[in-house]
């Protein structure tokens, strides 16, 4: 590979020397994992026949943030690696909601069945609300 770069390029693509390259592909490979979560989305969507957002729409959503956050630092970009990195909390915390509730979810009881710990009272269980209570 050359020591320069030409013209053209450095004019497009803001790069001064051949190894600038590198991180135009890192940017490239990451914004295409960035893009790639809203094909995910429109298929799913497309799919169902109503607009839906799939939990791996949020990993390719973290992981093309978290490329595009290298890609903004390595290239010493302020504002990008600002609004990856807020993107990354917001993706990060959809993530935890999404995985908090499966837990809740799991947890639940099926109908009929009793809650995990549940115990019933000696006398049979709670008196039934059409059961006068005696005193």
């Given at each position: 590979?050359?020591?320069?770069v030409?013209?053209?390029?450095q004019?497009?693509?803001?790069?001064?020397a051949?190894?600038e390259?590198w991180?135009?592909?890192?940017?490239?490979?990451?914004?295409?994992?960035?893009?790639?979560?809203?094909?995910?989305?429109?298929?799913?969507s497309?799919?169902?026949?109503?607009?839906?957002?799939?939990?791996?729409?949020?990993?390719?959503?973290?992981?093309?943030?978290?490329?595009?956050l290298?890609?903004?630092?390595?290239?010493?970009?302020?504002?990008?690696?600002?609004?990856?990195?807020?993107?990354?909390?917001?993706?990060?915390?959809?993530?935890?909601?999404?995985?908090?509730?499966r837990?809740?979810v799991?947890?639940?009881p099926?109908?009929?069945?009793?809650?995990?710990?549940?115990?019933?009272?000696?006398?049979?269980?709670p008196?039934?609300?059409?059961?006068?209570?005696?005193?």
């Amino acid at each position: 590979m050359s020591n320069t770069v030409p013209l053209w390029m450095q004019e497009w693509f803001d790069v001064d020397a051949p190894w600038e390259m590198w991180w135009l592909l890192v940017g490239l490979a990451a914004q295409t994992a960035f893009f790639t979560r809203w094909i995910i989305q429109w298929i799913a969507s497309e799919r169902r026949g109503e607009s839906v957002v799939p939990v791996i729409f949020w990993w390719c959503s973290l992981v093309g943030a978290t490329m595009l956050l290298i890609y903004f630092v390595g290239r010493r970009e302020p504002v990008g690696v600002l609004g990856q990195a807020i993107g990354w909390a917001v993706y990060s915390r959809n993530l935890y909601l999404i995985r908090t509730k499966r837990k809740l979810v799991a947890s639940e009881p099926l109908p009929g069945q009793s809650p995990p710990g549940y115990r019933p009272m000696a006398s049979g269980g709670p008196p039934d609300a059409e059961t006068p209570v005696q005193t």
